[in-house]
Each structure stands twice: as structure tokens, then as C-alpha cells.
Nanobody, 114 residues
Framework: QVRLVESGGGLVQTGGSLRLSCAAS????????MGWYRQPTGKQRELVAQ???????DYADAVKGRFTISNDNAKNTMYLQMNSLKPEDTAVYYC????????WGQGTQVTVAS
């Protein structure tokens, strides 16, 4: 079973950048999709970016042009490069992988100070 560990969250000023990492370990079968969700305090979890099974990328409108999702197969690691951060990007960010079922990471806090 795959296990996901996120890192790279933290506190940053408005306009700053962060890069989140999601390292996968364990037995990995056929990946049908992967990506990142986020959950602001008191709100529902929302999709931020994804890589589909056909290796296309998709982004939420709120992050288009600012965030970039990528995957390094050799390192079994997925990334989310976040630029031009805004206070409304503050949330816990979760990575996920879809095989026969969905596996979530533990989450990493991103806080953007105004």
C-alpha cells in the first residue's frame, strides 16, 4: 500500500513562494491520477491541481498562472510550486494518489500573511 508524506509548508508573506513536496513510498500499482487539495479553516476541501491518468494537468481557477504541479517518477515525488501567494491561499494542503482507491497524505499547513 502506498504511503504519502508531505513537506514544504510554512509561513510566507503575500507575494512569496513555497514548494510543497509529496513523497510516495510502499507498493505502488497503476496510478490513475494524483494531485493536491486544500482545506481552509472552517471550509470544505477543494481541488487545487491534478495530474490525470493521461498525464494532463488541471488547475482550480483561483490558482491558474500561479501554481504548478509536477511529478518526478524517479524520486516518486510530486510537487506543487506556489508563486505569488495570497492570504486566501492559507489552508492545509493535502496530496493524494488514486490507484484502486484514493490515498491521502497527512496534510501540511500553508499560511500567507498579509
Amino acid at each position: 500500500q502506498v504511503r504519502l508524506v508531505e513537506s514544504g509548508g510554512g509561513l510566507v508573506q503575500t507575494g512569496g513562494s513555497l514548494r510543497l513536496s509529496c513523497a510516495a513510498s510502499g507498493t505502488i500499482f497503476s496510478i490513475r491520477g494524483m494531485g493536491w487539495y486544500r482545506q481552509p479553516t472552517g471550509k470544505q476541501r477543494e481541488l487545487v491541481a491534478q495530474i490525470t491518468g493521461s498525464f494532463t494537468t488541471d488547475y482550480a481557477d483561483a490558482v491558474k498562472g500561479r501554481f504548478t504541479i509536477s511529478n518526478d517518477n524517479a524520486k516518486n515525488t510530486m510537487y506543487l510550486q506556489m508563486n505569488s501567494l495570497k492570504p486566501e491561499d492559507t489552508a492545509v494542503y493535502y496530496c493524494y494518489v488514486i490507484e484502486r482507491s484514493i490515498t491521502w497524505g497527512q496534510g501540511t499547513q500553508v499560511t500567507v500573511a498579509s
